[in-house]
């Protein structure tokens, strides 16, 4: 499948999310500007950073009214021990299958070894308005994504 670019609109997908619960995309899309931010893996130094970064600036997305999801292809205990550890307060999904990044079309990084790390931002209408592919800048993708949030709510 072809990567997803700006103007498309996000696919809709289902997940389990970090308390093993059913998530499924439809709930949001279409309702509140969305962040999906695919990740390597739980725990590692550069995932940790910016998720953290996301947790530090959490409240300015959700003031905005969006929402940020993140995914990786940790299982959900892991998702569990990551969230718990950090404090995260954001909906972390388990892509076991890569099915949600194969949907996206995240390519991956670090000459094929690593899942890649892409930021989506999205419109309320599920329409994608940036797309940040950065692996050696994991906290760089905070300020783009919020930047591109209130562009969308300006």
Sequence with gaps: MAALQKGDKIPHFKAKDTNGNDFDSATLLGKKPLVVYFYPKDNTPGCTAQACSFRDQYEDFTDLGAEVIGVSSDSVASHQKFAKQ????FILLSDANKKIRKLFGVPTGLLGLLPG???YVADKN???QLIFDSSMMPTKHIPKALEAIRKLVS
């Design 126 to 128: 599920g329409i994608i």
């Design 117 to 119: 790390r892409v930021t």
């Design 86 to 89: 950090y404090q995260l307060p």
